[in-house]
Every structure is written in C-alpha cells, then in structure tokens.
C-alpha cells in the first residue's frame, strides 16, 4: 500500500501538483514556440517525454559512478547524445515532425525541465522511480502543452488538430509568440486558482467530515446520557 | 545597409526574446531588478559573440570531416567549456566585473538563447547545400554571423532591461491573487512583444 502511494504520488505531482509547464514554469522556450498548433505541441511534449525518461533512467543508472565535482557536464552529454540520437531518428522516420520543430529539437538539450529532474530527482533515486518520475513530468509537459496547443489553435487557425471547424474564422494573433505569452500567462493562472479552489473544496469537505463524526459521537453519549 | 539589415533583425524584428521566443527562462527568471537584468544580459551578449566566433569554424571542419550530425554534442560542450574558461578569466583578471557580473556566468550553460545563436547561423549549412543562412536578407558568412550574434545579445539585453522596469513598477500594484507573479510577468511580456512587432514592418529594398 504504502509502495503504490508512493507511485501514485510521483505521478500526481509530476502532472499536477509540480506541473514543470503551470507550477514551476519551466521549459517555457519550447512552450512558447511550438504551441501554435496542437500537433507540434503534441510532438514536442512526447520528444520532451522521451529524452526525459531515457535520461532519468542513464543518469540514475550511473549516479554512483558520476564524480560530484564534474556531475553537470556529465548530465549535459548524456542528455546531448540522446537528443542527437533522437534528431536522427525523427529526421528518417517523421520528416514532418522535424520539420516543424526546426531548432527547437537541438534546444530540448537546454531545456531546464530535463536538466532539473536530473539533478532534483535523479542523482538521488533508484532506476525505476527515475523512469517514473520521467514518464510524468513528461506527460505533465505533454498535457500542459497540448492544453495550449488546442487554445492556441482554436483561436488562432480556427481549427482543432488540423481539422478547420470556424469555417474560416480566425484570430491570426494568437499564432504569434505576443499570442503565446498571453494564453501561457492566462493558462498559468488559471491552473493555479483550479488546483487551489479544488484543494480548498477537498479541505473543506475533510473538516466538514471530521465535524460530522464528532457530532454522531456526541449524539450518542447524549442518548446514553439520556 | 547590410549592417543596419543584421542589426535592426537581430536586435529588433527578430528580436530573440519577443520575436523567437529563445532565452526565456532567464527572462523570467532574473528580470527582477534592473541591476541584476543588466549582468545577466551584458554576459549572456558575451557568451554568444565568443560562441558564435568559436561553433561557426567548427561547424564547417564537422562538415569537412562528414560527422555534422555531433553538432548538438559540439556545441554544448564547446559552450560550457567557454563559460567555465570565461569565468576562471574574469575573476582572474577582473574581480570588480567578476562581481558585477560572475554569478550569471554559471547559468548560461543552458541557456536556450547561446545554443539557439550557434544553431541558427550554422543551420542552413545543414541542409546538405553550401548555402548561407539568410537574415534580413543578407547571406551570413562568418562576419555577418558574428555580428548577428553580437545584435541578437544586446536586443536580449535590452529585452530584459525593458521587462525588470516594468516589473519593478508591476510589484507595486494590487492584483488578484491568480494572477501574481508568472502570469501577470508573461502577459506584459506579452504587450511588449506587440511594441516590438512593428519594428518587422521596416524593409530593406530586398
């Protein structure tokens, strides 16, 4: 039970309560970039889940053999061999895709989120967890970017995943990165008063329990007073 | 005229924060005061430049050698050394401008904006043709890159000096409590964009 929980919270926290996009705003370049339209959102979040994974997994293979002294730089080839291995295979297998990404898919190297976990999570956690950790935070990064992919989209093309349902209605702006900042500054903070709104529902709703339980007991002594 | 095509793309069309989006993470990050932007943007200017200078060689003996595909491995670890050696530099040479500036030398490694510069005036080289990349219509040899570089660093400069004063003016109104701190950051970042998004209607007769 308490092995599962503690899964359960990795997850939890990598998708929502440490979501890399909405809570911590990190990896914001690509967030940026590569949000105009759902479907690159989508490639760049599962490369970005991908590279993720695979290095938590190498770096917490070999966190007992790094040096302290010289761990970043270490981190840093890890990372930069596997998004090279990664860029040759999009460019063979997924020529759109790459295409799409442009210099973004070189940047992925620099990206802060991958960096982060490396250093936060990975030098100090078993194989396993690390992958977990990487699977969510990346399916964290996926669906925060996917989110503003579909607005970003819907505004800006009047389409959804490529397919035109505004008949030819659209608000060219929003394609632009002055667009992106404004729905990434908006989705922030919306996502921020969601999870806080829900948390207070959730806490609430404990004490309201608590209260409830209280009450039932004082029923009964009052009725074995009586 | 071709300077002034480098440098007003660089620095303002195709500015790197509000145009391509590159460097963001620093632009958030250290935009709090005016004093810190300044380091920040005046190191990260140098670090681009002596990049740009040192991957804009290297790239081509890559092609030579018919090993392009390392680029990324290259670039990384060619910047990472230079920030290492450009910080044992200054602090050995000068502390005041070690103190001044220093303690954002460490952060550039994974800046998106130093990387995304090498990318940028190698990329077209990449294509498998001997063609130069084209900015503001003009072909990028290894000057012209070196300039690009120089301009696209100081319009972050100015970028993040811009952004730390509107913020130290932001920290002084009341807000909901939602939208403090990154939204309300990304959606003037966002207005100022739009100020810098004329300065794409200037053209250069070609």
Redesign the interface.
């Known amino acids: 039970m308490a092995e599962k929980n503690k899964y359960g919270k990795i997850f939890a926290d990598g998708i929502i309560f440490n979501n890399p996009t909405f809570m911590l705003?990190?990896?914001?370049?690509p967030t940026?970039?590569m949000t105009s339209s759902a479907i690159s959102a989508f490639g760049m979040g599962v490369s970005v889940l991908v590279i993720l994974t695979l290095s938590n997994i190498v770096i917490s293979a070999l966190r007992k053999v790094i040096p302290n002294a010289v761990r970043?730089?270490a981190y840093?080839?890890v990372i930069?061999?596997l998004?090279?291995v990664l860029?040759?295979f999009l460019d063979k297998v997924i020529p759109p895709l790459y295409d799409m990404m442009g210099?973004f898919l070189?940047?992925i190297?620099?990206n802060?989120l991958i960096?982060g976990r490396a250093e936060a999570f990975a030098s100090k956690h078993g194989v396993f967890e690390s992958a977990l950790d990487g699977i969510a935070n990346g399916a964290g990064f996926t669906v925060a970017l996917v989110i503003m992919g579909i607005i970003r989209e819907f505004l800006g093309a009047g389409s959804f995943f490529g397919i035109e349902i505004l008949g030819g209605f659209k608000i060219p702006f929003f394609s632009?990165?002055?667009?992106?900042?404004?729905v990434?500054?908006?989705c922030?903070?919306?996502f921020?008063?969601i999870i806080?709104t829900a948390q207070r529902h959730s806490r609430i709703k404990k004490t309201r329990m608590l209260d409830g339980v209280t009450l039932g007991d004082r029923a009964e002594t009052d009725k074995e007073a009586a | 005229m071709q300077f002034l095509a480098i440098m007003i793309t660089a620095a303002f069309s195709g500015n790197f924060v509000f145009s391509q989006t590159y460097g963001i993470c620093p632009f958030l990050g250290v935009s709090k005061q005016t004093k810190s932007a300044v380091g920040m943007g005046a190191a990260v200017t140098v670090v681009m430049v002596i990049a740009t200078m040192i991957t804009y060689p290297i790239y081509i003996l890559l092609r030579m050698a018919d090993v392009a595909f390392l680029e990324i491995l290259v670039f990384i670890f060619v910047i990472a050394a230079l920030v290492q050696m450009l910080e044992k530099f200054i602090k050995k040479f000068s502390p005041p401008l070690y103190n001044a500036m220093g303690i954002y030398l460490p952060l550039i490694t994974t800046n998106c904006a130093v990387l995304a510069v090498c990318e940028i005036t190698s990329n077209a080289l990449a294509t498998g043709v001997w063609e130069m990349a084209v900015i503001g219509g003009v072909s990028l040899n290894f000057g012209w890159s070196v300039l690009y570089a120089l301009f696209g660093g100081l319009g972050f400069l100015m970028a993040m000096v811009v952004m730390s004063g509107m913020r130290e003016k932001i920290n002084h109104l009341s807000l909901p409590k939602a939208i403090q701190g990154f939204p309300i950051t990304m959606v003037t970042a966002a207005f100022i964009a739009m100020a810098f998004y004329v300065f794409t209607f200037i053209s250069f007769g070609g």
């Open positions: 705003v990190l990896g914001t370049c940026l970039a970043i730089p840093i080839v930069a061999t998004v090279t860029k040759l210099t070189p940047l190297v620099v802060c960096l632009t990165p002055m667009g992106a900042f404004i990434y500054g908006l922030i903070a919306a921020v008063a806080e």
